[in-house]
């Protein structure tokens, strides 16, 4: 295969907006679709080289594989050796034991199912996952097992045939994308499914170029190189983390590289510039580079908990370049020379290193994470998300796609309950503080909890855990009048439903996309959504009213937007003090949104605000740890300490 200079320097476009995206630069939003080019430029390589192959008849899957294996397996194994040290030394049991489970799913090209198991790729979880980047290396590893063989199974039909197919293949997974973004988008992020027809189009690009010439007209391949480059540049810059992905929005920059891999030829503007010695430089490291940036970047915020300058930030990406190059000229050059290290050796190297990982990380999982690492002081907050999820008591508290109502009574068993609490996770959270006080009062109360659910009628959650959320309230609606409830208190993640503008994580960065996940249903575009979501949480309260309960609305406790025993552990650890949140940052945003949804209830007197914030927050900061006490067990979550003092300022109503 002719060497293509421009190529490399395409792997450079892609490479550089991945790094500075994920180092946190707000001005490169959608620099995330620097993945998409790889895939792009990996499906017309790869297919170029094994069509050639095959027209003359000289292909073989091993020689195929080894050609993978030298060109892959060497830097990974080498930036997963690196970062075990660091996660030793850097991450908490809970978040070793995940780093266990991705050294298993990396070496068992699996690293996407997991990833995707696990979340989504844009939260603030993500960021601080050493190995989140691998999952792109999962699709094409899985492609490389699969296209090979769909060609040597196919090749006799004729290319007719196998474009007719590979094109079937084309709009299935893009049409399966198209369909399930919205649904599941973790699942289509990461999935080859929903990612295959990205290859595909490097695929098409690789059978036009091998029985076809590049286009003669000057004019229209110097327009089109024009175009793709800034479609891809386009893509960088306006998409961001709203943007469902991958879907026709991705057919932007997929499309743009198609049209530089067959329109940027010499003479072209754009084939000058991605000729550019220093840039054909990065993209000769790019794939080194992609592998270093991620842990580079993910152990910085494990060790300084979030509070990365922009110039350590800059640093940071720069340190992965020049580790990009390092691993290139020392790892990646010797690897792929057939004189230094046979085919033996490399298979013995690829079968072992792999073996010696998995078997590693699951004993990092078995022994969760290695706790005793840690001196006997930190010890009590490295449990203490776990012991705040089993208090939310899962039997009574309902997800996924449950509506139907558990009939879970706490507090004085024997006495009828004249009191429910409604909410969600965060009423959960409260629960099991609210019913040994309820037993001393010989009263008891009714639970009605439901994970990402506003107190609405109309609001409906997007995701596959938030649906139902109309169905359940209507139906605890029900239940109160059925029982003869006459008093409600009602704790909710309210404004989180409501926050156009998100809310800070750990980085100083908005998480805004929760807005996306809840929609009225109505014709009105998402963003212009926010009145009638706040008018479905008044009728909800108003229906409430209309049966005569009272009702007693906790105030949204702040989001601190970090997790607080994660910081109260590296504030001992490494001796600093807890970092607060400027009181400010809560009042402009949830107390914004909170005074003005509780407007129209201030002249009802069987409607009362619960006030919590004195909790919290002094004069000018809002805290995570006050008087020696937690007040999360989580980003969000009330601790049990809090939970307690939320209970008795409720009780002082009742």
């Not at 298993?104 to 190995?131: D, Q």
């Not at 439901?450 to 139906?475: D, V, Y």
Request: aromatic share 14%; charged share 20%.
């Amino acid at each position: 295969m002719k060497y293509r200079a421009e190529i490399d320097g395409l792997r450079a476009l892609a490479v550089l907006p991945v790094i500075l995206f994920h180092a946190g630069f707000e001005w490169i939003s959608g620099g995330f679709v620097g993945v998409d080019v790889f895939f792009v430029i990996s499906g017309y390589l790869i297919t170029t080289i094994i069509i050639s192959e095959m027209a003359e008849g000289k292909f073989s899957i091993v020689n195929f594989y080894e050609r993978r294996a030298r060109r892959i397996l060497p830097a990974l194994f080498f930036v997963m050796l690196a970062c075990l040290p660091f996660a030793w030394l850097w991450l908490n049991p809970h978040d070793l034991s995940d780093f266990g489970i991705s050294l298993f799913a990396v070496s068992t090209f699996s690293s996407n199912i997991l990833f995707f198991m696990e979340g989504g790729y844009f939260g603030t979880a993500a960021e601080l996952k050493p190995l989140l980047h691998t999952w792109s290396l999962a699709i094409e590893e899985q492609y490389y097992i699969l296209f090979p063989i769909f060609l040597m199974l196919t090749w006799r039909l004729g290319i007719k045939w196998i474009l007719i197919l590979l094109s079937i293949a084309f709009f299935a997974s893009l049409g399966y994308a198209q369909l399930r973004v919205y649904d599941y988008p973790s699942a289509t992020f990461f999935l080859l499914p929903t990612r295959g027809w990205e290859l595909l189009v490097g695929v098409f690009a690789a059978f036009y170029l091998k029985f076809n010439t590049h286009l003669k007209s000057h004019f229209v391949n110097q327009s089109l190189s024009l175009l793709g480059f800034g479609m891809i540049v386009y893509s960088i810059t306006v998409f961001d983390k709203t943007t469902p992905f991958p879907s026709l929005y991705a057919l932007v920059p997929t499309i743009g590289t198609a049209l530089l891999i067959l329109c940027a030829v010499p003479k072209t503007f754009i084939h000058k510039l991605l000729s550019i010695k220093f840039i054909v430089g990065i993209g000769l490291i790019s794939y080194s580079a992609y592998l270093w940036h991620q842990p580079l970047l993910a152990f910085a915020r494990h060790r300084f908990f979030g509070e990365i300058s922009e110039s350590i930030l800059i640093a940071l990406c720069l340190t992965s370049l020049v580790m990009a190059w390092f691993s290139w000229r020392y790892i990646e050059r010797p690897f792929r020379n057939r004189e230094q290290i046979d085919r033996r050796s490399i298979f013995i190297f690829s079968g072992c290193l792999p073996i010696i990982f998995i078997i590693l990380g699951l004993s990092i999982d078995h022994k969760s994470g290695f706790s005793g690492r840690y001196p006997e002081k930190v010890q009590p907050y490295l449990t203490m998300d776990f012991e705040g999820l089993n208090a939310l008591n899962f039997e009574c508290h309902l997800a996924y796609d449950e509506y139907i109502l558990k009939n879970c009574v706490f507090g004085a068993q024997s006495i009828s309950p004249d009191f429910a609490l409604i909410g969600d996770s965060h009423a959960g959270s409260i629960h099991h503080q609210m019913a040994p006080v309820f037993s001393e009062l010989n009263k008891s109360f009714l639970l009605y909890a439901k994970n990402g659910c506003p107190p609405s009628l109309g609001i409906e959650g997007t995701i596959h855990h938030q649906r139902n959320c109309p169905l359940f309230n209507m139906n605890v609606i029900d239940d109160l009048s059925e029982k003869k409830i006459t008093t409600v208190v009602l704790f909710s993640r309210l404004t989180f439903y409501l926050e156009k503008d998100g809310f800070l994580n750990s980085y100083g960065v908005r998480e805004d996309k929760n807005f996306q996940h809840f929609v009225v249903g109505s014709s009105a575009p998402i963003e212009d959504q926010f009145n009638e979501k706040i008018e479905s949480m008044r009728a909800f309260i108003k229906e409430l009213r209309r049966q005569d309960i009272r009702v007693l609305l906790v105030e949204p406790i702040p989001e601190m937007g970090w997790h607080i025993p994660n910081q109260k552990i590296h504030s001992l650890k490494f001796n600093k003090p807890m970092r607060p949140l400027p009181k400010s940052d809560f009042e402009e945003g949830t107390q914004k949104i909170f005074t003005r949804f509780v407007e129209p209830f201030v002249v009802d007197d069987g409607f009362e605000v619960v006030s919590t914030s004195d909790i919290f927050c002094s004069e000018d900061s809002c805290f995570g740890e006050r008087e020696g006490d937690l007040l999360y067990f989580d980003d969000d979550h009330p601790s049990i300490s809090a939970s307690q003092k939320i209970v008795e300022r409720i009780i002082k109503f009742l």
